[in-house]
């Protein structure tokens, strides 16, 4: 009844922390979709009198160009900050080895 060779409940902050920037780069693409999605439900020119001004077309081309240079540098922020702590958990085993 004993789980001797089971690992720990609770894991290392560092290694938490790093599960976590890696489950945030496999959800940025979902959230990219979504958030050029967002033009979809802007007001048109045929929705009516009653509806808003419709948004003009370069206004949703902008938007999606920024939303995909936003998303570039969150996941170069994201691989570098990965990057960086995979480099920092070598250099402490290598101490702690030699």
């Known amino acids: 009844m004993s789980r001797q060779g089971a690992s720990?409940?609770?894991l290392e902050r560092r290694s938490y922390r790093r599960r976590?920037?890696?489950?945030?780069?496999?959800v940025l693409p979902v959230v990219g979709v979504l958030l050029w999605m967002v033009p979809l439900f802007w007001p048109?020119?045929?929705?009516?009198?009653d509806a808003p001004a419709a948004m003009a077309m370069s206004d949703a081309i902008v938007y999606v160009f920024v939303i995909w240079l936003i998303l570039i540098g969150a996941g170069l922020a994201l691989w570098w900050l990965l990057r960086a702590g995979a480099d920092a958990s070598e250099d402490l085993t290598k101490r702690e080895d030699g």
């Open 44 to 49: 048109t020119a045929s929705d009516g009198p």
């Open 8 to 10: 720990p409940v609770f």
């Open 20 to 26: 976590r920037m890696m489950d945030a780069l496999r």
